[in-house]
Nanobody
Framework: QVQLVESGGGLVQAGGSLRLSCAFSGRTFSSYAMGWFRQAPGKEREFAAGIDWSGRSTYYADSVKARFTISRDNAKNTVYLQMNSLKPEDTAIYYC???????????WGQGTQVTVSS
């Protein structure tokens, strides 16, 4: 079974940076598209960034575009989210997501808290 474990969250001041990591295990990592979602207090979970199985295509929500960068290292079975120029509105629990080739196959990590102070 696929397991996703996020790390790298924490408290940072506005304008600062954090890099989140998501360690993938249980299946062939390179077969999965990966993504980061986030959920702020009182709000629905929303898509932040995604990357295809090869790492050749990336996708970003408008709210994070030009500030966040998603990447993956298939040799390390890890996906990253580099977050720069952080804003208080980026405060959320960030969840790693894996989507497989089989219809309906998806997995979620337990999340890591990111708090941006003003």
């Amino acid at each position: 079974q696929v397991q996703l474990v996020e790390s790298g969250g924490g408290l940072v001041q506005a304008g600062g940076s954090l890099r989140l990591s998501c360690a993938f295990s249980g299946r062939t990592f390179s077969s999965y598209a990966m993504g980061w979602f986030r959920q702020a207090p009182g709000k629905e979970r929303e898509f932040a960034a995604g990357i295809d199985w090869s790492g050749r295509s990336t996708y970003y929500a408008d709210s994070v575009k030009a500030r966040f960068t998603i990447s993956r290292d298939n040799a390390k079975n890890t996906v990253y989210l580099q977050m720069n120029s952080l804003k208080p509105e980026d405060t959320a629990i960030y969840y790693c997501h894996a989507g497989g080739r089989r219809f309906g196959e998806e997995y979620w990590g337990q999340g890591t808290q990111v708090t941006v102070s003003s």
